[in-house]
């Protein structure tokens, strides 16, 4: 089988073979022909014909855009990859094969024009400022599998009005007023993205011809690093961070033998975040201030300032800071709206010093190029790393561990002099406010609650209703230390549907593969979460039949209702 694509316009078709780097580079004018050239007056294609497979590495260049026809990207094997710089667009007549996949490099564009991903396919962002559009026409259920999402990266949905979105379970779920998007709960990162936030807005573009477009816009943050001013310890003394060169000795600890060590940096980046208010704090991109003396006395020696998901190192392991905010000595600081950040890199991840307290080098994850280096560049390749295998320490956010720091810290702030704030008080109740919403909108609250029992009469003819309640995070409810930011509604176990001629058993919420809206947790048999707000079909229950629906709520509450201030002066701001 030969291996090559074949590229055509309306002023020909050409075969095009690798050179001999196995590489495809198709640009504006390839190869001194007029494939591409002036006077072509249609889009060019990208195809295969039925005996020839992508086998070979193509890029495409940036400036140049190429509709795809049954193009194959791969053998099967591995063998074969294409790197968007310029614009591509597929459809439903294209496939990525097993082990390939197509890349969005910096500033390229990738059309899903009635293409359907699946969790087989990769589809990779590689660089900052790459986009991924899903045509109109197109359902957002499409989104699949896409992977090395870093900040400036930006995913658009034609069609589709959203102004937030939902995480759960690795699973993000567009918004709407605060209510799940039915189709969209199929957006999937792999683990290799944790920390990544989006920013959601909704755009109307004019078509020209009298129409619009609504489109909604994903731009993609990931933060975890040091805020400017941060004093790494080097062999020479400390240095602010963004003074930092590759080459540069910093201070490592090894921690197995209580003896420090020096290791040279082989990488430095920088990046910049712009917090989202609307966002949970912990996933706003609000710094946290770490004040001085917090965690012992002259540690830190002064006001620390990192992002939320950056590591502090106690006892051997790694705890994110975010787990141990108690908003007096360690808090958000909302006085950022935006901010560059810094992070350094070792051969090896390791523990460094920063401001007098034991905290983490970089440990490339998936997201190194989301920062950009200034002075000496360095060409970092290799596989992402993982904690499980690569890290300088365990990754620790059992509450076991992580309570008992929290409540020690939290006990010490009396003894920090300056800077010390009075937490907020968190307002909690008990009332899940339980109801139920059909397809048309109609709300429809219970007509009998007996202890766990809740009964709702349904009208006939409604194809599902949605199981609506308050929702909380056990974060927000228990405390920083739990590590679940999960929303959590009501614990719904077994669910009847009660007619004057039957009474039917509902389970669909019980199933290994859940309907839009509930948590998939298989330690939980009998019972299933719901995030606050969750589909229930009803698969033709109540055709022709008005009846009762009962749930068995076997847990609920309690909930955030507001935080509010103390009233108490604060010491200083």
């Known amino acids: 089988m030969a291996n090559g694509i074949l590229l055509s316009t309306s002023s020909g078709s050409k075969i095009l073979s690798p ?47 190429l509709t795809a026809t049954s193009l194959t990207v791969g053998d099967g094997a591995g063998n074969g990859k294409i790197t968007v710089n310029g614009s591509l667009t597929l459809d439903n007549s294209d496939k990525i094969s097993p082990n390939s996949h197509i890349v969005v490099g910096n500033g390229g564009t990738l059309i899903l024009g009635g293409y359907a991903t699946t969790t087989s396919d990769l589809i990779q962002f590689d660089g900052s400022g790459g986009t991924i559009e899903i045509a109109a ?21 034609d069609g589709l009005k959203a102004d937030g979105y939902n995480y759960v379970d690795g699973v993000y779920t567009l918004t709407s007023n605060g209510t799940p998007i039915s189709g969209t709960s199929s957006f999937q990162l792999p683990d290799a993205n944790e920390g990544t936030t989006f920013t959601v807005s909704t755009i109307t573009v004019d078509n020209g011809n009298g129409t619009t477009t609504t489109k909604t816009v994903l731009n993609a943050q990931h933060v975890v690093c040091f805020l400017p001013g941060s004093m790494i310890r080097t062999a020479e003394g400390a240095v602010a961070v963004e003074n930092l060169q590759i080459g540069d000795s910093v201070v490592t600890f090894d921690w197995k ?104 080098s970089y440990l490339d ?127 719904v176990g077994d669910i009847t549907f009660v007619t004057a001629a039957r009474q039917e058993n509902i389970v669909v919420h019980l199933a290994e593969t859940k309907p839009e809206g509930w948590h998939a947790d298989a330690s939980q048999a009998e019972a299933a979460w719901t995030a606050g707000n969750a589909v229930l079909p009803l698969s033709g229950l109540t055709d022709g039949n008005m009846g009762l629906l009962s749930l068995n709520v076997l847990a609920a509450g309690p909930y955030v209702v507001e935080a509010q201030k103390e009233d108490v002066q604060v010491l200083s701001a």
């Open 365 to 491: 994850t998936g997201n190194r190029r989301s920062f950009r280096q200034e002075g000496k560049v360095a060409s970092i390749g290799g596989r992402a790393k993982t904690w499980a295998a690569d890290a300088g320490a365990e990754l620790c956010v059992d509450r076991a561990f992580v309570e008992p720091l929290f409540r020690k810290l939290e006990a010490r702030k009396n003894s920090v002099a300056e800077g010390l704030r009075h937490a907020d008080v968190v307002e909690l109740t008990n009332d899940a406010d339980l109801h139920l919403v059909t397809e048309t909108g109609a709300v429809v609250r219970p007509v009998r609650h007996e202890g766990q029992r809740y009964s709702f009469m349904l009208p006939a003819n409604v194809s599902s209703v949605r199981i609506v309640s308050r929702a909380s995070r056990p974060a927000d409810v228990i405390g920083p230390f739990v590590d679940d930011r999960r929303q959590m509604g009501v614990a």
């Open 137 to 157: 026409g197109t359902t957002p259920s499409i989104i699949q599998y896409i992977t090395n999402i870093s900040e400036n990266d930006t995913i658009i949905i």
């Open 19 to 65: 050179d001999s780097d196995g590489q495809i580079v198709i640009s504006s004018t390839y190869s001194g022909s007029t494939i591409l050239g002036g006077g072509v007056s249609t889009d060019p294609i990208l195809g295969t014909t039925i005996d020839r497979t992508t086998t070979a590495n193509v890029v495409i260049d940036s400036g140049t855009s």
């Open 257 to 360: 033998t209580g003896e420090e060590t020096v290791r040279p940096v082989i990488w430095v980046g920088k990046a910049h975040a712009t917090v989202q208010p609307h966002l949970a704090d912990d996933e706003a991109a609000y710094p946290v201030r770490v004040l001085k003396n917090a965690i012992s006395e002259g540690v830190p020696y002064k006001d620390m300032l990192i992002t939320a998901e950056h590591c502090l190192f106690f006892d051997g392991k790694f705890v994110p800071v975010r787990m141990l905010v108690n908003g007096s000595s360690i808090f958000y600081d909302k006085s950022f709206t935006s901010y560059d950040y810094y992070h350094l890199e070792t051969a090896e991840h390791a523990v460094i010093v920063a401001d007098g307290m034991l905290t983490e």
